[in-house]
């Protein structure tokens, strides 16, 4: 929209919509295209100049011909369901190694064929017992995802309902009441494949293996269900490609996008709710039967005018590169574009997750931090530019592990710094040459690297706390006891008021690029 455009409320402009959605993330477009397929009127306010919230794809460097997914990367958790229910012309594709993780001058491939796989292991422990291990553990946490996955867009199970799902004792007792630390440790015996298989658990999470709130158990499960397989794949053209077919979707059946629009206040008695925005015009009023707030939990409040929940902490460093070429690796055994195409761990065995858990809990940086790495340009080489896709350019996204807000809040660009420099030694202790012989240069001749904190996450996208989930994720079910309609809502989406619905990443069964609140929170409005 342009600043001639009639705002909503203007003479001329609707007044009143069936729905308003606050907010134009990938959540919030996937409600508006269910709703207005519907035959609903539906108008989204979204705060930025362009759709897409954490899912969009930039140009970060200046000069530079590289569109990369700045702030979410791959897609695992998007339900087939809302791909093909909205028609949404979108791909991804498989990658051709799951990981990669280096030990002194060899490594562990998980990839390229069963013996090959199977071989790696065995040249890195020395047995057949690991991959075995391996084997029968994701074969058990598969036909968990495959009975599990499909429940994320139906009505929300009570927790003897989804434990009836699965129907396995065993495996139930593996996700959903045993540390996951105890697991890890009862199944497997190398400490490197331990912290492998323990990194699912802590992505955008901090939490110790062995936490008892089952944090770090929440997002193990939402990290092996994606799909009812578990992948985690490539969007063709980016994250953006995702977000701009969404769109495409809510405009084509008749939703009004309207991008810089900030909404300030929600004011609802149940039935009718009137939603103020401000533009750079002015402000102005729209009324609606319902109110979607695709933001997290603490902007619902403010909005209502409500005290907010305490706000959650985020725990990640992402990181942003573009290389001239792949840097060589010190485990000759393995290409680069092997290594670098699945997700490459760097300071991940078990016992440096929980030095590095250890370390900030107490108030430090890690001293090895931990992350992982994965280049999208191998697997999608779309996102380069031409000449740039010549010269062998690639990206990297780097996703650093156990780097709580807590630890920037005194000096932010100090921090920063200081644990960037870190994670980038942890790479380049298993690198041939140092990773930053291998960056890009911007029109400028800065680097091509960029390095956002929690705070930084936090202030470019009111993420609160820098939280990537909003806030911590639950469990996908109702409370122990209770209906789920008594507990969460029939759809883990409702609110006190009857009709305002969060369809944010912090709705139950929330968190990661879904799509699964936006959909349930229009099957909530649409009443089925």
Known sequence: MTARDPLPGAPGAPRAYDAVIVGGGHNGLVAAAYLARAGRSVLVLERLGTTGGAAVSTRPFAGVDARLSRYSYLVSLLPEK??????????????SVSSYTPKGDSGLLVGGGPERTRASFAALTGS??????????????????RRIFPTLTEPL????????????????RMLFEDPIGVTVERTFADDLVRGVVLTDALIGTFADAHDPSLLQNRCFLYHVIGGGTGDWDVPVGGMGALTDALADAARAAGADLRTGHEATRIETDGRRAAVTYRTADGEGTVEAGRVLVNASPQELARLLGETPPPSPEGAQLKVNMLLTRLPRLRDRSVDPREAFAGTFHIAEGYGQLAAAHAEAAAGHLPTAPPSEIYCH???DPTILGPELAAQGAHTLTLFGLHTPARLFV???????????????????AHLDEPIADCLALDEDGRPCIEAKTPLDLEHDLRLPGGHIFHRDLSFPYGDEGQDAEESAGRWGVETRHANVLLCGAGAVRGGGVSGIPGHNAAMAALGR
């Open 82 to 95: 809302i791909t093909r229910d909205l028609g949404l012309r979108f791909a991804v594709r498989k990658r």
């Open 128 to 145: 057949d017992r690991e991959y075995e291990a391996w084997q029968a553990f994701y074969g058990r946490t598969a036909r968990a995802a």
């Open 157 to 172: 199970p009570t927790r003897a309902g989804l434990r009836d799902r699965v129907d396995d004792a065993e495996t139930w």
């Open 410 to 428: 005194a000096d932010n660009d100090g921090a920063r710094a200081a644990l960037l420099k870190a994670t980038l030694a942890q790479l380049d």
């Open 377 to 379: 340009s191998l697997t």
